[in-house]
């Protein structure tokens, strides 16, 4: 697809999350597979179905078969008799390239099962990805999708659902949601009694979500325009700021600011200063694209604010790989090849969604070091002082090395290399402190 300004720039779609537009963001991270699992409704009667639901969606281009195994309870929490049924304890599905479902599993209890709390179903997920397959969506989320498969009712429903919050430390090799069973007793239902499986969203609606991404181009290239608009950098310090303190790791200011420099930087400063530069190239434009097919309303709002909150993981993307380049020229240790890098910036987006440890590295390589290198060129306003940004990190710095480990002391080293030689320039530029 051809950018209308840009005739000779490819526009290479990105598979939208419907994950989060259908739960509103609970996300299990499998690398080839992402899904989340709740209970419908989470109380129920006796011969009351509840429903496990599981919904998936595949990161990569290639069919591949999912097996779901259920296991249920025997007993109830004081140990005695419990009677609780699923019409399959397996079920295959099988996922199209970039497909999203859900499947619906039925499960009941009958007597003389005793009302309880907490009754666990375990569910197993076991798959083996094809060989050679490419990822296509990018960890951590995006765009919403402009095209589902399934009703504004149907959808109502599966956002009603309690999916449960697994945190990145638990196993998924068993996936556990629990229900809850009231005293009362319903007749056996009449109904077949049957795991339902229904597709949300296939590949062959890339078209039509790659059709709308694409005209809203010229949108996007004006709200990307810094010519005509303040600096994006406020906004993204708070947002940066919010998004890892979500996730266990609460920022000093100086790292917030260093880091939303460096993002700030690749927005509003790298197409005049990179020469090999191509906005439309970026994954953080064909992100605000997207988000903009799925809202339109979103054109007419405050530029910073859509921009960092809707192209967010785009824009830490290109900023981390941006950034290694930068440093390496600026720097002894060896930064790693390309391939090494962009596996360490969908390690870094793999870990905003939820799964997997964080590390000091993430806060600090490259994305901190380089945002000390960019602050020169990313002004927020005529009355910041280029000094406070080197003094907040040192501060910062002081308090990390301290807890550090041995692994990180080489990226401290780094840091405070880069530190003497921005407080040079700035005594040779005889720039005082204020």
């Not at 295959?92 to 099962?113: D, F, H, K, N």
Request: net charge neutral; charged share 20%; proline share 8%.
């Amino acid at each position: 697809m051809i950018s209308p300004r840009s005739p000779h720039i490819s526009f290479e779609p990105l598979y939208p999350d419907v994950l989060t537009a259908v739960t509103g963001g609970p996300r299990i991270h499998m690398e080839h597979l992402e899904c989340t699992l709740g209970m419908f409704p989470r109380q129920v009667f006796l011969n009351q179905p509840s429903e496990m639901v599981l919904v998936m969606q595949s990161m990569i281009d290639k069919p591949m078969d999912v097996k779901i195994a259920i296991r249920l309870p025997t007993t109830d929490r004081k140990g005695e008799v419990a009677v609780i049924e699923t019409p399959k304890s397996q079920i295959v599905v099988t996922l199209s390239p970039g497909e999203a479902g859900v499947l619906r599993m039925p499960v009941i209890a009958r007597p003389p099962t005793r009302p309880g709390r907490d009754f666990p179903v375990r569910v197993a997920i076991r798959f083996r990805p094809p060989a050679n397959a490419r990822f296509v969506r990018p960890p951590g989320g995006g765009a919403p999708p402009t095209v589902l498969s399934v009703s504004p009712f149907k959808l109502q429903v599966l956002r009603e659902v309690q999916y449960v919050a697994h945190r990145w430390n638990e196993s998924t090799e068993i996936l556990t949601v629990n229900f809850d069973l009231v005293a009362n007793r319903l007749p056996s239902p009449q109904d077949a009694f049957k795991p339902r499986y229904e597709t949300l969203w296939t590949h062959e609606a890339m078209k039509a979500e790659t059709n709308k991404a694409l005209s809203f181009v010229s949108e996007a290239q004006a709200m990307l325009n810094s010519a005509t608009h303040t600096s994006i950098y406020p906004a993204l310090s708070k947002v940066v700021a919010e998004r890892f303190s979500v996730r266990g790791m609460p920022l000093h200011p100086g790292e917030a600011n260093a880091i939303a420099k460096m993002m700030a930087y690749v927005v509003d400063v790298a197409g005049q200063r990179e020469p090999d530069f191509v906005v439309e190239t970026t994954r953080y434009f064909r992100q605000l694209c997207h988000a903009l097919a799925a809202n339109p309303a979103l054109v007419d709002g405050e530029r910073n604010h859509v921009v960092s909150t809707h192209a967010f993981e785009g824009i830490l993307y290109e900023s981390t790989l941006m950034a290694f380049r930068i440093l390496q020229s600026r720097v002894r240790e060896d930064l790693g090849t390309i391939e090494e890098q962009i596996n360490y910036a969908n390690r870094i987006l793999t870990w905003f969604a939820g799964h997997g440890d964080g590390d000091l590295s993430y806060v600090y390589l490259p994305l901190v070091l380089c945002g000390l290198v960019a602050n020169r060129w990313v002004k927020h306003h005529g009355m910041e002082n280029p000094w406070n940004l080197a003094d907040d990190l040192t501060e910062a710095m002081a308090g990390r090395i301290r807890l550090a480990d041995g692994a990180s002391t080489i990226v401290f080293e780094m840091l405070d290399a880069l530190l003497e030689e921005y407080k040079r320039t700035l005594r040779l530029q005889r720039i005082d402190r204020g």
